[in-house]
């Protein structure tokens, strides 16, 4: 089954300490991208990858990082978590070219206190 | 640039009633423009897109959309609503010649029994 797995669905940290939101999708897809998802604000993009060893800030970048080793993964990282990151957070991966689909995860809820 | 604005960010309908949720964009390139449905506690899945082949988009679950070009919009409708489009809906656009999805805020459809 074609999917983009996300793990863990729900987190709940403490500032400052890092943690790694992992992403994974089995469809060969070149481009993935992270979005984070609040009230009133839609998803806005994060990080985004086209390709491996190809990754680029989206509108959101402040507070994380991402590494794109291999095709399959894309994981989050935040170093240092601020009550500010609370939020939904969802990995997206489709083929490259125009109008192409976005496979999503399933969101991770995490919560910084 | 390119941006969408959903117009409405709770919308209530009752069963059996005519939906129509309003997305309006802006691009400076003809657009690929998407509908994607969430349902609680899962990731976005797309509804139904726009590539520039027939103005009229038909999607899963009933749902279709219109380009229209004069009005730069793209609303969402279905003649009749059931309990089970009980969701958040997502407008997005991508334009030609950039890899970039941008989401609109949201509309959260309420189905009235």
């Known amino acids: 089954e074609a999917q983009v797995t996300q793990n863990p669905r729900y987190l709940i940290t403490v500032t400052g300490k890092k943690l790694t939101v992992t992403c994974s999708q089995n469809?060969?897809?070149?481009?993935m991208s992270w979005y984070r998802q609040d009230p009133g604000l839609g998803l806005r993009q994060i990080y985004y990858?086209?390709?491996?060893?190809?990754?680029d800030k989206g509108d959101v970048p402040e507070g994380y990082k991402v590494s794109r080793k291999e095709k399959r993964n894309f994981p989050l990282i935040l170093e240092s978590p601020s009550p500010n990151q609370t939020s939904l957070y969802f990995c997206?991966?489709?083929?490259?070219?125009?109008?192409?689909?976005?496979?999503f995860g399933q969101g991770t809820r995490l919560t910084v206190v | 640039a390119q941006s969408v604005t959903q117009l409405g960010s709770h919308v209530s309908v009752s069963e059996g009633a005519l939906v129509l949720l309003r997305c309006n964009y802006s691009?400076?390139?003809?657009?690929?423009l998407f509908w994607y449905v969430q349902y609680p506690n899962q990731g976005l899945q797309l509804l139904l897109k726009?590539?520039?082949?027939?103005?009229l988009v038909k999607g899963i679950n009933g749902f279709e959309a219109e380009f229209k070009k004069s009005e730069t919009s793209f609303h969402l409708t279905k003649p009749s609503a059931h309990m089970s489009d009980a969701a958040e809906y997502f407008c997005?656009?991508?334009?030609?010649?950039?890899?970039?999805?941008?989401f609109g805020t949201g509309t959260r459809l309420t189905i009235i029994p």
């Open positions: 691009s400076s390139v003809p657009p690929y």
């Open positions: 990858s086209m390709n491996v060893e190809v990754t």
């Open positions: 469809m060969n897809h070149e481009y």
């Open positions: 997005a656009v991508s334009g030609f010649g950039n890899e970039k999805l941008t």
């Open positions: 997206a991966s489709r083929r490259t070219g125009l109008g192409t689909e976005a496979f």
């Open positions: 726009y590539t520039s082949a027939a103005t």
